[in-house]
Nanobody, 123 residues
């Protein structure tokens, strides 16, 4: 089970740090990712991290502003979001890919999802 924490409302230019805690089993060998979704739109890729944490992937829209990281000892995934923009407003989901055969930027590769946390950036 995955559960996100840390969402909220922040002004443009501000920052937030999302956490995703895994329970019921270890995700230390899973590819982990963050996606986001706004009403009426598909779930979009934000960032992903290999299970060894040596490979990262970012959407162009967040590159240089967001940083994904993980603490396998705590079974937790993080997303540090800096220089937030109103267009970053969305529900953010963490996801775990147990088998990591495909492209971690594709949502259908993931086997487990959190319930989401709302991030609102006001101008």
């Amino acid at each position: 089970q995955l559960r996100e924490f840390g969402g909220g409302e922040v002004q443009a230019g501000g920052f937030l740090r999302l956490s995703c805690a895994a329970s019921g089993g270890t995700v230390s060998t899973y590819v982990m990712g963050w996606f986001r979704q706004t009403p009426g739109k598909e779930r979009d890729f934000v960032a992903a991290l290999s299970w060894t944490a040596d490979r990262t992937y970012y959407a162009d829209s967040v590159k240089g502003r967001f940083t994904i990281s993980r603490d396998n000892a705590k079974n937790t995934l993080y997303l540090q979001m800096n220089s937030l923009k109103p267009e970053d407003t969305a529900v953010y989901y963490c996801a775990a890919d147990e088998y990591h055969y495909g492209d971690p930027r594709n949502s259908y590769e993931y086997d487990y999802w959190g319930q989401g946390t709302q991030v609102t950036v006001s101008s």
